[in-house]
């Protein structure tokens, strides 16, 4: 199947699923969530799949564990070992981007900045200030969380000095979304539960993976084609 309909597939996956969230259809958000980041994940590896690349390992294993993440979050409502194991299925997809784009900012040669580091740690602290009354027994892993995500960003904004700009502001603004919507899902769990809340954490959710993961098939395929 062609890249571009693996892209159809996903955008018709996302309007089915939003069609679950506003009709309250418990079949169609099961059905069709786990399918959210499958259907990114073929449009990825056909995306790419004329391209060696190093970079490719990486960004299926982030994509493999947000699918896990994604599955699992789905039976939180029954335990609470099901939100934990979420939490690490997703802390490995972070992990998985981490290198991504570490490898990114060390192939072309970008230099760190601290300021960077100086932005993204007071954000962490106020979102974690304001979250840790709450936490109870998940302050750890919360914590740990947290910090894994807050570096995923402080590389994407290090990308943003790419000489394709297209591709940083994809990158950048992806991972932006993603922890709008990891921080909006924390506030949603717990501190206050609104039902829009939802929309908010699953539409800067896909849109943050669609962004990533476009922004790394630019840059694999330019790199090739140098």
Not at 59 to 81: H, K, N, R, V
Not at 91 to 96: K, M, N, P, V, Y
Not at 97 to 110: D, K, N
Not at 162 to 169: G, H, Q, Y
Request: hydrophobic fraction near 55%.
């Amino acid at each position: 199947m062609k890249p571009k309909y693996w892209g159809y597939l996903f955008i018709a996956v996302t309007c089915f699923y939003f069609l679950g969230l506003a009709l309250n259809h418990t079949l169609l958000l099961f059905l069709f969530k786990p399918l959210l980041i499958t259907s990114l994940l073929g449009y990825f590896l056909k995306s790419t799949s004329d391209v060696r690349s190093h970079l490719k390992k990486w960004m299926i294993g982030a994509l493999l564990g947000s699918i896990t993440g994604d599955t699992l979050l789905m039976f939180s409502s029954q335990s609470e070992i099901y939100f934990l194991a979420g939490l690490i299925a997703f802390l490995i997809a972070h992990i998985c981007y981490i290198i991504t784009f570490h490898s990114i900012r060390t192939q072309e040669a970008i230099f760190g900045k601290w300021y960077l580091g100086i932005i993204v740690s007071v954000y962490y602290l106020m979102i974690l200030g304001f979250l840790m009354p709450h936490l109870g027994t998940m302050k750890y892993p919360v914590i740990i969380y947290g910090l894994v995500i807050s570096f995923m960003l402080l590389l994407a904004m290090h990308l943003y000095d790419l000489k394709d700009n297209i591709t940083a502001r994809y990158i950048l603004t992806g991972a932006i979304l993603f922890v709008v919507s990891d921080s909006v899902l924390a506030v949603n769990k717990f501190y206050l539960t609104h039902w829009w809340n939802s929309w908010i954490i699953m539409s800067t959710y896909i849109l943050a993976q669609w962004l990533l993961v476009r922004g790394c098939i630019r840059y694999i395929n330019n790199k090739a084609a140098v």
